[in-house]
């Protein structure tokens, strides 16, 4: 079985601050780990993924996350926060099987002027 | 080149009919699922299948069926529409078992 749990429903953070966004994951077998951005009313992008390369993993838009399996985390960071990064951010776990992933709830980030 | 699409965008519809979410896929992926997202819930897998003539259900499959008679089409059906089945709906579909889905941009239903 495999779960992911995201911390904090809603993150707020200043324009031009550091943004993390926090993911735990656990899998029986060594996991698949992405991140994907929803926009309003629009469907999922992939941001970034992990698949047993690089521990630090570089996205689109600026994003980044680590991968540590020591304390089985993935959590996403963007060093500057823009206006336009105001979203639903989705960690998502797979363990490579034909099944889909199992995603996080979600995080609403808020992006303050 | 197109991706997923699903259709319709929207739909209402009331208690006890039928309908059925069509998805299509023109990159030729043989992994597809739909999900359905819920406030505070995340995405939640209601079927997948790993090509055609091939499926499962996920971890929501009650009330709805699909089928998948052609590696670019996987339609969803709801058989009776309950109340609780009012959700938005999206269509994935991926390469292979390790590789990211792409999304389609949902469907909105509501259920009277």
């Known amino acids: 079985a495999q779960s992911v749990t995201q911390l904090g429903s809603h993150v707020s953070v200043s324009e031009g601050a550091l943004v993390l966004l926090r993911c735990n994951y656990s899998?029986?077998?060594?996991?698949?780990l992405f991140w994907y951005v929803q926009y309003p009313n629009q469907g999922l992008q992939l941001l970034l993924k992990?698949?047993?390369?690089?521990?630090l993993v570089k996205g689109i838009n600026g994003f980044e996350a680590e991968f540590k399996k020591s304390e089985t985390s993935f959590h996403l960071t963007k060093p500057s926060a823009h206006m336009s990064d105001a979203a639903e951010y989705f960690c998502a776990v797979g363990r490579g099987g034909a099944d889909g992933l199992t995603f996080g709830k979600g995080t609403h980030l808020i992006i303050q002027p | 080149n197109a991706g997923v699409t699903q259709t319709p965008k929207f739909q209402v519809l009331k208690t006890g009919q039928s309908m059925t979410l069509q998805c299509a896929q023109d990159m030729n992926h043989e992994y597809m699922s739909w999900y359905r997202q819920d406030p505070g819930m995340g995405l939640r897998l209601i079927h997948y299948s790993v090509g055609a003539g091939i499926t499962d259900q996920g971890e929501v499959p009650n009330g709805y069926n699909v089928s998948r008679s052609t590696t670019e089409d996987f339609p969803l059906r709801l058989l009776s529409a309950a109340p609780s089945q009012t959700s938005v709906y999206f269509c994935?579909?991926?390469?292979?078992?390790?590789?990211?889905?792409?999304f389609g941009d949902g469907t909105r239903l509501s259920i009277l």
């Open positions: 899998s029986s077998v060594p996991p698949y």
């Open positions: 992990y698949t047993s390369a690089a521990t």
């Open positions: 994935a579909s991926r390469q292979s078992s390790n590789q990211p889905q792409h």
